[in-house]
C-alpha cells in the first residue's frame, strides 16, 4: 500500500492497471483502493496549495515531522 501511494505521489504518470494487482493480492477491495488514492491525491493537492502560497507550518509543528 505505501509503495503504491509513493509511486502516486512521485511518478503519477507511470500509474497503471498493473499496480493495482498487488493491492488486490494483499486483500484490499476496490472501494480500499480507491480511499487509498483519494487520501494520497488529497494530501499532495493541500500540499501543493500550501507551497503554492508561501504558507509556513505552525511554530508548535517540530521541523523534523
Given at each position: 500500500?505505501?509503495?503504491?501511494?509513493?509511486?502516486l505521489?512521485?511518478?503519477?504518470?507511470?500509474?497503471?492497471?498493473?499496480?493495482l494487482?498487488?493491492?488486490?493480492?494483499?486483500?484490499?477491495?476496490?472501494?480500499?483502493?480507491?480511499?487509498?488514492?483519494?487520501?494520497?491525491?488529497?494530501?499532495?493537492?493541500?500540499?501543493?496549495?500550501?507551497?503554492?502560497?508561501?504558507l509556513q507550518?505552525?511554530?508548535?509543528?517540530?521541523?523534523?515531522?
Amino acid at each position: 500500500m505505501l509503495g503504491f501511494a509513493v509511486k502516486l505521489t512521485v511518478r503519477p504518470a507511470e500509474m497503471s492497471e498493473g499496480d493495482l494487482a498487488p493491492l488486490r493480492a494483499e486483500g484490499f477491495t476496490d472501494r480500499d483502493i480507491l480511499d487509498i488514492v483519494e487520501v494520497t491525491a488529497y494530501y499532495a493537492y493541500a500540499n501543493r496549495i500550501a507551497d503554492g502560497l508561501g504558507l509556513q507550518p505552525e511554530p508548535w509543528i517540530p521541523e523534523d515531522s
